[in-house]
């Protein structure tokens, strides 16, 4: 009746003329004894764009809670940064809850799943993980972001009113100032972040924006670092890169980060694989949305 008729349990008890408790327990026993057996079959069409088992060696090998892979390439361009946002804002939407206070780091994927968001999903507040102000005109889609993300989910919007890097003193100055204070706190016990990864080079947005110079690229690669997420830098092995900018940065810290009971990492492509790599085995996901041949990438190099 349950599988074949579509009833619900309540329709089932009523029905036998049993309590609802028992006709569950009914359903759970014809299961466990093997008298039904459920498959899900994809269309022929969608079979060669769902990845179960790389999914779950991916989870495995992470510990992720939930791997997602996109059959599209994550290559940086609008497409590919639109596939990994449809992808993102799916998970992004079954995690959130009403209370829950949702944070993000800026670039494009983020936009990109701000894009993607429908109405299905609520939290209470949606604010901005990093600073993003810059000495040139740059675009970071901040704001447009925290704008959609807002409105999307029915959100007060937190805006974190501040450069990025700036000297340690100003950066201890901006730590009290009420406002500035206040988003910080938000954004570092936020229930769900989402946040993208850069590379170490001169093509990351850090270094278009202005954000970072060449010496202190020189000086970041010296020390190993492979990624970072808001401007926090780490190593292939996922740790911490102690450099002349972590004073100056504004911004949630890695360790809150990791802390984080829901992280989601969305990012693909080949120019961000050790990117992606440092920030899985740092524990800084707890879920990941990422293209198949990263995934594949990703599980060769932790094999060894």
Do not use: N
Not at 59 to 81: Q, Y
């Amino acid at each position: 009746m349950y599988h074949l008729e579509g009833l619900t349990q309540a329709q089932i008890a009523e029905r036998l003329g049993v309590s609802r408790p028992t006709a569950g327990r009914l359903v759970a026993r014809a299961r466990a004894q093997g008298l039904v057996t459920v498959t899900v079959a994809a269309p022929a069409h969608l079979a060669d764009s769902i990845h179960p088992d790389l999914e779950r060696d991916l989870e495995a090998a992470f510990g992720l809670t939930e791997a997602m892979i996109i059959d599209e390439d994550a290559d940086g361009t609008p497409s590919g940064d639109a596939a990994l946002g449809r992808a993102g804002s799916s998970l992004l939407a079954r995690r959130l809850q009403p209370t829950d206070t949702f944070g993000f780091t800026w670039g494009p994927e983020q936009v990109a799943v701000a894009d993607a968001l429908g109405g299905a999903a609520a939290c209470a507040r949606v604010v901005q993980m990093d600073g993003s102000m810059t000495s040139v005109e740059y675009h970071t889609g901040v704001d447009h972001a925290l704008a959609r993300f807002s409105e999307r989910l029915g959100a007060r919007p937190v805006r974190l009113v501040a450069p990025l890097f700036a000297d340690p003193d100003t950066v201890r100055a901006l730590e009290r100032d009420s406002i500035v204070s206040q988003a910080l706190a938000a954004a570092r016990s936020a229930e769900v972040m989402l946040f993208g990864v850069g590379s170490v080079s001169t093509s990351t947005t850090l270094f278009e924006g202005a954000y970072i110079d060449t010496e202190v690229l020189g000086e970041l690669r010296d020390l190993g670092a492979v990624g970072e997420i808001g401007g926090r830098f780490y190593g292939i092995d996922g740790a911490p890169v102690v450099s002349s900018l972590v004073e100056r940065t504004v911004s949630v810290p890695l360790e809150d980060i990791r802390r984080c009971p829901t992280a989601i990492l969305t990012s693909g492509g080949e120019h961000r694989r050790e990117s992606i790599l440092g920030a899985l085995r740092g524990g800084f996901a707890t879920a990941l949305v990422t293209d198949r041949t990263t995934a594949q990438w990703l599980l060769t190099e932790q094999k060894g």
